[in-house]
């Protein structure tokens, strides 16, 4: 069930636009943590966390585009 284009937004759309804003903070906060265990795990400070927290922040970035395009007319 897709919402037509002049009509107010359904509870799906929300969902789908709340999980949308989650995503980002998510994607960063789980590059952050695989970073930190591997810069303790490997000795690498901080190296490790500066690579996933970037990678984290990269995807979290595309998938937010993604999304906002489903909602671009």
Not at 16 to 41: E, Q
């Amino acid at each position: 069930m897709k919402d037509a284009p002049g009509e107010p937004l359904g509870y799906r759309s929300i969902w789908s636009l709340s999980s949308l804003a989650l995503n980002l903070p998510v994607s960063i906060a789980v590059g952050l943590f695989f970073g930190y265990v591997l810069d303790k795990w490997l000795g690498t400070k901080p190296w490790m966390l500066i690579i996933w927290t970037l990678l984290g922040v990269a995807s979290g970035l595309m998938t937010l585009i993604r999304g906002i395009r489903k909602y671009d007319p």
